[in-house]
């Protein structure tokens, strides 16, 4: 079944909240591979959408970005989209930190939207009789989209200033009544485009993902 993108809306980070210091993380409710944070009168909601850093042990969380699925306790918060089965055991640490999110206006079209690079290991020998290879840690692939570009809009300044200060922010691209996905990137590039009288001027932007996108369905 295919899906249109159309209605696809691109958010960016334009503000961030102190950290609430994370204590624990661990597998359970409402699902078996839920992630469940523990950090102390975290005051989320669900559908808050928090930058996670710092974690020690259960890696997979650290460097990425999350939707809140609920938070049933003053202390406790449930990612939404994990599926932590083989995730490493929490032993320290971390930070989070409710953002706040912002529509970029007029994005006309996303030319990657997150995944991963295979990487190869090639261990033929003298002895193999074909090429042997193995499955590498695979690289995060960068991030496109295409806007009409303005610089008097607040959020396309925002994106040179992005471009220019390489600090890592949260994205979040949102299909409604489909999917999302937020991620933590930093902008890499603006490459603005114009052209003759008959055009607009444009601009693409790449972002650079410190961990893996989390994609959830929207609910």
Not at 8 to 27: E, H, P
Not at 95 to 112: H, L, Q, R, W
């Amino acid at each position: 079944m295919a899906i249109k993108t159309q209605g696809t809306i691109v958010y960016m980070q334009t503000a961030l909240a102190g950290a609430k210091t994370i204590s624990g993380a661990s597998l359970g409710s409402p699902g078996a591979g839920a992630v469940t944070v523990t950090a102390t009168s975290h005051g989320y909601s669900a559908d808050n959408i928090i930058k996670i850093t710092g974690v020690s042990g259960m890696q997979q969380i650290n460097n990425r970005a999350f939707v809140v699925a609920a938070a049933p306790g003053t202390n406790t918060f449930v990612l939404k989209g994990t599926n932590g089965a083989s995730y490493t055991a929490y032993s320290s640490g971390g930070s989070a930190y409710v953002a706040t999110m912002t529509a970029i206006g007029e994005v006309t079209s996303i030319s990657e939207m997150g995944g991963t690079d295979p990487q190869e290991i090639d261990v033929s020998h003298l002895q193999s009789l074909s090429a042997s290879k193995l499955a590498g840690n695979p690289t995060q692939s960068n991030i496109s989209f295409n806007v009409w570009f303005d610089l008097t809009a607040s959020l396309h300044n925002d994106l040179v200033i992005a471009n220019q200060d390489l600090a890592d922010r949260v994205f979040w691209f949102y299909k409604p009544a489909s999917f999302h996905m937020t991620v933590l990137a930093q902008v890499g590039g603006v490459k603005v485009t114009a052209g003759d009288v008959n055009s607009a001027y444009s601009a693409t932007v790449t972002l650079i993902p410190r961990a893996a996108g989390s994609w959830a369905l929207t609910t």
